[in-house]
């Protein structure tokens, strides 16, 4: 099946700095999503992104698709961004299932 | 927020003892799926239906089994519940399966003593 990596594992930040996560995946993709799970452990949709660019307030993401990866960018970071963030792909072979990242754990500090 | 509603949302059980966790939602979608995170393996597919009565295994399906009689409703049974299957379990929905945005409901957290 698909394989998704994530890096970095950990980061820490200042509050106001910005930062960029990556999502790499092993193949073709029809979905490709990131989530925030925050310090009570809810998912939040932040992106459904198989391919371009959004755009939600400070927050955007990139996929390109052809080279198999996916971007995240945090602007001017909060202490309300801490938590993990997960990217997760559903491959485009028959028989793949919405595989998870195993995430990049922020702690932004005030 | 999408219209997911898991129960119970923490329970404590028993090893040997069987557990059935129940989904529900109100959106109508066809797929709906079970998860499971535990430290050091994020959330891995355990179960997941394209249907009423269709379901197909996922990942880490062993122990586990399920069922969905009605489009709203997916139940996921331990039959007898191991400490192994310590967990957060996720359920999940989407409207048209792989293409589809997915959406997650709260989770439960289970511990089986």
């Known amino acids: 099946g698909i394989q998704v990596e994530q890096s970095p594992p950990d980061l820490i930040l200042q509050e106001g700095a910005n930062s960029t996560l990556r999502c790499n995946f092993s193949d073709s993709v029809n979905n490709l999503q990131w989530f925030h799970q925050n310090p009570w452990g809810q998912l939040i949709n932040l992106f459904y992104?198989?391919?371009g660019t959004k755009q939600n307030g400070r927050l955007s993401a990139t996929t390109v698709a052809t080279e198999r990866y996916s971007l995240l960018y945090i602007s001017s970071s909060q202490t309300t961004d801490s938590g993990v963030y997960f990217c997760?792909?559903?491959?485009?072979?028959?028989?793949?299932?919405?595989?998870f990242g195993p995430g990049t754990r922020l702690s932004v500090l005030p | 927020d999408a219209g997911i509603t898991q129960s119970p949302r923490h329970k404590v059980t028993e090893t040997g003892t069987p557990v059935t966790l129940r989904c529900h939602q109100t959106?109508?979608?066809?797929?709906m799926y079970w998860y499971r995170q535990d430290p050091g393996h994020g959330l891995r597919l355990i179960h997941y239906?394209?249907?009423?009565?269709?379901?197909d295994k996922g990942e880490v399906s062993d122990g586990y089994s399920v069922s969905r009689s009605k489009t709203e409703d997916f139940l996921l049974t331990l039959e007898s519940a191991t400490s192994s299957q310590t967990s957060v379990y996720f359920c999940?929905?989407?409207?048209?399966?792989?293409?589809?945005?997915?959406?997650f409901g709260q989770g439960t957290r289970l511990t089986v003593v």
């Open positions: 959106e109508n979608h066809r797929y």
């Open positions: 992104i198989p391919s």
């Open positions: 239906s394209y249907g009423v009565k269709d379901t």
């Open positions: 999940a929905i989407s409207e048209q399966g792989k293409s589809a945005e997915a959406f």
């Open positions: 997760a792909a559903h491959g485009d072979n028959y028989g793949q299932n919405f595989v």
